[in-house]
């Protein structure tokens, strides 16, 4: 035997270089695809089956008994993975893969590996199968659902919870909500224990939030339930968006940032259906008006149910929201099919401006008589239909609807300074007291509850539902709410601190809610949505309307025009009361340009609307949408009969340029322009033609006329008509204000 150095088993036992680069690439590799077994391990899988296809057909395997191990193969693999996924989509991909390898085995043994279409064909379907399983929904699935457990581990591991096993994770509005099971080890703690140790301080550290972000209850119908709830989004940091406002399916999105931000994937949320107007009854539910940013739910506002009208009280200092929660109702109010709005704010006249196209009458700054009018329609409707009904509450309909009459700024209407008080007062006394029964709802805004600003105490004692938002003091919450401390309620001059748009709803009985209003504060996306609404789908009783001064002509479209009223101010719609100064009378139908379609079929003949002569269109009524439409178009014709022709041969630019350069440059010498002046003013109202001015200076066409547009553009004549018919007339503004 030869004596072997030891040196040379050791030289032999010691790997190459090239061994160790080999043996720390596979395991390099096999780490990677560990990562994430399901796409990298697919994708070295198909990889691998090319040069097993070699195998197949060197060994000169069958391909047709190889090919018969395909259905087998499919079924076995919808069958394992059908029942666990329930995903269809899933199963079938892998079904078509794992019926893919006998299928390619067959194939390569038949046409072996090494030629251009086999290769090509290979990647392409490799590549496929691949793509499909990648992007199959249960591998999204079970990517959530391990980036979850790896979440769930990371605070099982850092805190007590070790060895208990979670159960289901839930996003809630403002977190997550995890439901562990505590009993799933001997080891694990006691939900008790947990509750009483400082688990709390634990997984607050842990996410970084405050320790009352984090909640832990037990379930009292199972001892080895825990639920940890987890706010991780500040509740009051965003405002509420309004769905009208927002798109569909951005309703969520700060808390979804927030969860996928902490790690915590979440479904995809529903997507939010925008309600539009007259899409549902009065009847079907309360108003929404906001949320309770903490809990998630909803501020729900009743203002009229089986038991009839209920009156709103808004209190609020300056600036706290009220015109904003007047418009949430409006909003709401319009997604009715049997509701009117009607408003009145004669010192700002926000809401009337804002929806003027959605309100049904409206009183403005200054328009105090419109506003005792629209009292009195209602004192009127309230009348006949408690006669109607003989006291009971009235049904609404889109025929006979609710009314919502809006008062902001109440004390302008009501207050003891109001100029028009001692009219308003008992009216919306009146109405307060009648109101609940004939489906009238006041609903009446103030920055103070004293007698001085309400008028009365009849609102306030009639009002079922307080809305209290920002007020200055406890003192001032005392006075919107006596029984405040009693109910419980937060003192709404310190509830959550610098956030806009809080408020307080107490019910009838003392239930209330506290939260934040939806925002519609941006007044040009208010604007754009009333617009887009348009006019409500309900109607006054015909019979009633008939009896209210001035109502039944507001809406009146007849064939000579758009409208037969010219109301101005806020209220487009609205004919001034007969009493009124500067009254228009209701304009006369034409008669129908067709003689030969004969009475019926003339507006004259025809009511309006709903057959009863009364107001509107009847939307289903074609004959009168088409008699409007002709009245209208033959308006628009009339006008444009007396515009001036345009020139036969269009102006150049370049000559439109070089002459404002030169009218630039121009300069009217100051006994020229006085001439002008005071020819001008000599000639009055009917001002003078270019060629009389010409004649009169007695200087070149094209001077005088370079002299009239530098004395228009520096306004001291006005041009009125165009061409050779134009005539210049003495701008409004005084001679001395100009330089030529
Ligand atoms: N719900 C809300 N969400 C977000 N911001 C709001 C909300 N409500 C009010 N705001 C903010 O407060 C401002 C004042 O609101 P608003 O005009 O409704 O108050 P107001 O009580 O009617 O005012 P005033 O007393 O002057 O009549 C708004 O411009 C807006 O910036």
């Known amino acids: 035997m030869i004596p072997v150095p030891a040196e040379y088993y050791a030289a032999q036992s010691r790997p190459s270089w090239i061994g160790r680069m080999a043996r720390a690439a596979v395991h390099g590799y096999v780490g990677w695809v560990r990562q994430s077994p399901d796409t990298r391990g697919l994708g070295t899988g198909l990889a691998a089956l090319y040069p097993v296809g070699h195998l197949a057909h060197q060994y000169a395997a069958d391909a047709l008994l190889l090919g018969a191990f395909a259905p087998p193969a499919a079924l076995a693999a919808w069958v394992a993975t059908y029942k666990q996924h329930e995903s269809p989509r899933y199963s079938a991909t892998l079904a078509a893969t794992a019926a893919g390898v006998p299928v390619w085995l067959a194939t390569a043994a038949h046409t072996g590996i090494t030629n251009l279409p086999t290769l090509l064909a290979y ?82 550290r842990l996410y970084g939030i405050g320790t009352n972000q984090v909640r832990l209850n037990g379930q009292p119908s199972n001892a080895r339930i825990l639920w940890i709830t987890l706010q991780l989004r500040d509740p009051w940091g965003q405002p509420i968006t309004h769905p009208a406002l927002a798109p569909a399916d951005a309703a969520d999105t700060s808390a979804e940032a927030a969860l996928t931000a902490a790690g915590i994937p979440l479904n995809p949320a529903p997507a939010v259906g925008v309600p539009t107007k007259g899409c549902r009854s009065i009847l079907d539910g309360p ?41 949430n109702i409006v909003e709401q109010a319009n997604e009715c099919r049997d509701v009117l709005v009607v408003a ?103 920055q103070r509850n004293v007698q001085q600003q309400t008028g009365s105490k009849e609102g306030s004692a009639n009002a079922p539902t307080k809305i209290v938002l920002r007020v200055m003091n406890t003192y001032e919450m005392t006075k919107a709410l006596d029984d405040w401390m009693t109910l419980g309620v ?19 009985g003392g239930a209330w809610q506290a939260g934040r209003i939806r925002d519609l504060s941006d007044f040009k996306a208010v604007r754009h949505l009333a617009a887009s609404r348009g006019r409500p789908d309900a109607h006054l009783e015909p019979d009633i309307a008939a009896q209210l001064p001035g109502y039944p002509q507001r809406h009146m479209v007849t064939a000579g025009g758009p409208s037969a009223s010219t109301g101005g101010g806020t209220d487009p719609m609205f004919t001034d009361p007969p009493t009124h100064h500067h009254a228009a009378p209701p304009a006369k139908p034409e008669p129908p340009s067709d003689p030969a379609s004969g009475p019926a079929s003339g507006s004259a003949a025809r009511p309006p609307r709903g057959g009863d ?55 009217v010498p100051p006994a020229a322009q006085r001439a002008i002046v005071e020819f001008v003013a000599s000639r009055g109202d009917q ?46 503004t005084p001679l001395g204000d100009h330089k030529p």
């Open 687 to 732: 001002g003078a033609r270019r060629s009389e001015i010409i004649q009169h200076l007695g200087n070149s066409t094209p001077t005088v006329s370079r002299w009239l547009s530098k004395l228009c553009q520096n306004q001291i004549l006005m041009r009125i008509g165009k061409g050779k018919a134009a005539r210049y007339h003495l701008a409004d």
């Open 344 to 446: 009145i704010d004669l010192r700002k006249g926000t809401i009337p401006h804002l929806w003027g196209e959605v309100l049904d009458a409206a009183a403005g700054i200054g328009e105090e008589d419109k506003a005792i009018q629209i009292l009195q329609w209602l004192e009127t409707i309230a009348e006949e239909r408690s006669r109607k009904n003989g006291g009971g509450n009235h049904i609404p309909s889109s025929e006979a609807p609710v009314i919502i009459l809006i008062i902001d700024e109440q004390a302008k209407l009501l207050g003891t300074a109001s100029e028009v008080a001692h009219e308003a007062k008992p009216i919306v006394d009146g109405l307060h007291q009648a109101g609940r029964s004939a489906g009238i709802v006041v609903v009446s805004a103030g």
């Open 490 to 508: 937060p003192d709404m001059s310190t509830y959550a601190p610098g956030v806009k748009g809080v408020a307080l709803l107490v019910k009838d």
């Open 287 to 327: 108003f929404v008006l906001g949320t309770d940013p903490e809990t998630g739910e909803d501020l729900e506002l009743v203002v009229f149910d089986e038991g009839g009208a209920r009156h709103v009280q808004i209190i609020a200092t300056n600036g706290a929201g009220k015109t904003v929660v007047l418009s």
């Open 613 to 667: 002569g009364s107001f509107g269109i009847d939307p289903d009524d074609d004959q009168a949408i088409t008699q409007a439409a002709e009245g209208l178009v033959a308006g628009i014709e009339r006008h444009l009969a007396k515009m001036p022709e345009p020139a036969a041969t269009p102006t150049p630019m370049d000559d439109l340029i070089a002459n404002k350069e030169a009218l630039d440059l121009t300069s």
């Open 123 to 204: 990647t392409a379907t490799a590549t496929a199968t691949w793509s499909a399983y990648t992007w199959s929904d249960v591998l999204k699935h079970r990517r959530a659902l391990a980036a979850q457990q790896a979440q769930w581990q990371t605070i099982a591991a850092s805190t007590e919870l070790a060895g208990t096993r979670l159960v289901k994770t839930e996003p809630t509005h403002v977190g997550v909500r995890f439901k562990v099971d505590v009993g799933a080890s001997p080891d694990a703690p006691s939900v008790s224990r947990l509750l009483s140790g400082n688990l709390t301080e634990q997984i607050a």
